[in-house]
């Protein structure tokens, strides 16, 4: 008992919305079929979240243009729009990658330096949002730097804002910090999250069954999608000696490859119970080692 009230206090930790995106990519990407609102509802269940909050979650994702809504007599159902396919679609390239693929790095590093007037904070706020999403960091005020190569995907996302003060540019920097310009990012506090989760893997029971093996699932992907914004993916050059992202990958992967079948199956076992055709759908997602 301690131990499921655990488990659903970790997984209501992160959105509904993240959990419904998830049971999609997981279990039902590529299907042109929409999925019973039930069988999802009952999946979010597994998941820890009530059933009130779980129809808020999809209602909210309809709004939003993520899910499309369907009604046939009773019984409702949910498809992914194009937009909402296309988040998966953005979010498995970088599972397919990330702590896979080490990327290659020629020394040089992608700067954005930027003013905007204080009258226009709100503006500011969504400037540093979508460079974060970009995976660069303030290195000063006003100044943000990435190894990718990026910077004028930088510029394109501050075009669209209409900021006006853009300066952008590839170049090799020098610092006086001792830490180098990669002192930017907190990467003390990323190891830290790598050995948190790392613990979280290895109380994994890779045989659970049944709600158990679905939210376990559910759980160490949610996790992991997390290291999307806390490591950047900076190159090993960058990063201190036995840094555990490649650890951290293949544990990951093993455990969360192991729990597949089973989380098929209660998956399917929900799909079934309101509609037995659409039961063979059901997939899972399997993820390369190396």
């Known amino acids: ?29 590529n299907i042109a079929e929409p999925i019973p609102t039930g069988a999802l509802l009952a999946a979010l269940g597994d998941l820890g979240v009530k059933e009130p909050a779980a129809r ?9 243009g993520v899910l499309s809504a369907s009604r046939a007599g009773r019984r ?6 194009e937009r909402g396919a296309e988040e998966i679609a953005e979010e498995a390239e970088w599972l397919e990658t990330f702590g896979r693929i080490e990327p290659a790095w020629d020394g040089l590093w992608s700067v954005v330096a930027f003013s905007v ?6 503006l500011r706020h969504s400037a540093r949002s979508r460079l974060k999403w970009l995976g660069f960091a303030s290195l000063y005020d006003g100044v943000w730097i990435s190894p990718a190569d990026a910077a004028q995907e930088a510029m394109e ?4 804002l209409e900021i006006d003060d853009v300066t952008i540019m590839r170049a090799r920097l020098h610092t006086t910090n001792p830490l180098g310009p990669q002192s930017a990012w907190d990467l003390a506090a990323t190891a830290q999250h790598y050995a948190e989760f790392l613990s979280v893997l290895r109380s994994v029971d890779p045989s ?12 160490i992907m949610l996790m992991w999608q997390r290291f999307r914004s806390l490591d950047v993916g900076l190159p090993l050059e960058l990063l201190p000696s036995g840094w555990p992202r490649c650890t951290a990958r293949r544990e990951f992967v093993q455990c969360f490859n192991a729990l597949g079948p089973e ?10 119970a309101i509609d037995p055709d659409l039961g063979s759908l059901v997939g899972q997602r399997r993820l390369p080692a190396d």
């Open 1 to 29: 008992m301690a131990q499921s009230e655990a488990r659903a206090s970790t997984l209501r930790r992160v959105t509904p919305a993240r959990q419904v995106m998830t049971l999609f990519g997981d279990y039902w990407w």
């Open 263 to 272: 989380g098929e199956e209660r998956m399917r076992e929900h799909v079934t």
């Open 56 to 64: 808020a979650t999809l209602a909210q994702l309809t709004r939003v």
């Open 76 to 81: 409702t159902t949910q498809q992914l729009t």
């Open 117 to 122: 007037p204080e009258a226009k904070r709100s």
């Open 157 to 160: 996302q501050l075009e669209a």
């Open 208 to 219: 659970a069954r049944g709600a158990a093996a679905l939210a376990d699932r559910s759980r």
